[in-house]
């Protein structure tokens, strides 16, 4: 009897920890807490001008803030309940166990929908369609030429960082002298102006205007924007997919660029990610 009452016990006891354990690993029902405490958690990229910023008052501001905010609204109509937002400026590397943990919900920025990202995230629809460019001092002609970097900058933990890092390590046909790393757009073209650094490898439509600087014409890459949101939370993802789409689909999608600065930065992928809603990863070029 007192094997028995061991066995039962034993077998009890890793019932409640397998329990436990599955309970930790369910998927997050996000619908059902905003619903409740009517609040969507945004993860805001703060340095991400002209996509996600925060203005001189340090409030939010930007084009995909814009369309988190109609997104919002969007949702607010379709669960029936007012919703506030709730904004926390993030960066890049910290979003990613910020949508793990639920300290956000959703990260509104400029972040390329690649396939090495969708193994810890969920994306959205693509909301803009951008490509990483190559930035160097108009009167440094010599680094307008395609294999040509020199001192290459890098915004730390992008997509640019890593394709430029493997070509550097490879010592393929590019003449790379070093890849700098720096924090900001707005740090790299200011290295560029002081020369120390002599090309900026970065999203074009990130990198700031600046009569000193000019740019390559041609892009190197193709990089579809969304909105990163937690793994496997698939009630929330569809609802802001929806929800997106309405909004992409409408005139004041268009009007957030205008105001935006975004004016005749609009392509035709971008155009087309709007008429046509896609979840298309950028491709492994390199």
């Known amino acids: 009897m007192k094997n028995i009452g061991i066995k039962a016990a034993t077998a009890f006891g890793a019932l409640v920890l397998a329990l436990a354990v599955n309970a930790q690993q369910a998927p997050a029902d996000t619908i059902a807490r905003i619903k409740s405490e009517g609040v969507v958690r945004i993860g805001i990229r703060d340095s991400a001008a002209p996509f996600s910023y925060l203005d001189a008052a340090g409030k939010p501001a930007g084009f995909s803030w814009e369309l988190c905010r109609a997104m919002v609204k969007q949702l607010e109509a379709e669960l029936k309940t007012p919703l ?10 910290e979003s990613f166990d910020m949508l793990a943990d639920g300290r956000i919900d959703l990260q509104c920025g400029s972040t390329t929908h690649t396939a090495e990202r969708a193994a ?21 002609v ?46 790299g073209v200011e290295k560029l102006k002081k020369k120390e650094v002599d090309t900026f490898f970065a999203d074009s439509t990130l990198i700031p205007l600046d009569s000193a600087i000019d740019r390559r014409r041609a892009l190197e890459t193709v990089e579809p924007y969304a909105f990163m949101l937690r793994k496997n939370d698939r009630a929330f993802t569809e609802a802001v997919d929806r929800c997106l789409v309405k909004v992409l689909a409408s005139p004041a999608t268009r009007q957030f660029a205008s105001a935006a600065g975004l004016d005749g930065r609009i392509n035709v992928l971008t155009s087309e990610a709007w008429r046509r809603p896609s979840k298309d990863a950028a491709p492994e070029m390199y």
Do not use: C, W
């Open 142 to 187: 010599a680094f307008a030429h395609p294999l040509t970097y020199g001192r290459v900058a890098v915004l730390s933990g992008s997509t640019a960082a890593r394709i430029m890092n493997k070509r550097f390590a490879t010592k393929g046909a590019s003449s790379i002298d070093m890849v700098v790393n720096v924090k900001s757009y707005e740090e």
């Open 84 to 93: 506030q937002v709730r904004a926390t400026p993030v960066s890049l590397a």
């Open 120 to 140: 810890k995230v969920d994306f959205s629809y693509t909301f803009f369609v951008s490509g990483i460019a190559v930035a160097y001092r108009k009167e440094d």
